[in-house]
């Protein structure tokens, strides 16, 4: 299995930055895509960014050019630098891997347990 432990979520004024981290552990064979999604209240979660393993990047075109998302393969830890942020950015953000895992035949999927940021106006 795979655990996700998500740091660096808060409250911000508009127009500030903060920095989220996610760490994965576990008996993870290859990472193949680490990513960000975000949901708002009263909103469906929705793709933020993700890198994937030869460095592709996807970003939301609501966040491109405002965040930047980055990875340390040595410490299997995705990054989600989040400057110029506004109101319409706050929600919980949660952390997703797709791993192959020992043991497990295929591709699995993780999630963190989610970190708020809310950003003021």
């Known amino acids: 299995q795979v655990q996700l432990v998500e740091s660096g979520g808060g409250l911000v004024q508009a127009g500030g930055s903060l920095r989220l981290s996610c760490a994965a552990s576990?008996?993870?064979?290859?990472?193949?895509?680490m990513g960000w999604y975000r949901q708002a209240p009263g909103k469906q979660r929705e793709l933020v960014a993700v890198?994937?393993?030869?460095?592709?990047?996807i970003y939301a075109d609501s966040v491109k050019g405002r965040f930047t998302i980055s990875k340390d393969n040595a410490k299997n830890t995705v990054y989600l630098q989040m400057n110029s942020l506004k109101p319409a950015d706050t929600a919980v953000y949660y952390c997703?891997?797709?791993?192959?895992?020992?043991?497990?035949?295929?591709?699995?999927?993780?999630w963190g347990q989610g970190t708020q940021v809310t950003v003021s106006s």
């Open positions: 890198l994937t393993a030869g460095g592709t990047t």
């Open positions: 997703n891997v797709r791993a192959t895992v020992v043991g497990i035949r295929g591709e699995s999927e993780y």
């Open positions: 576990g008996s993870i064979f290859t990472i193949n895509v």
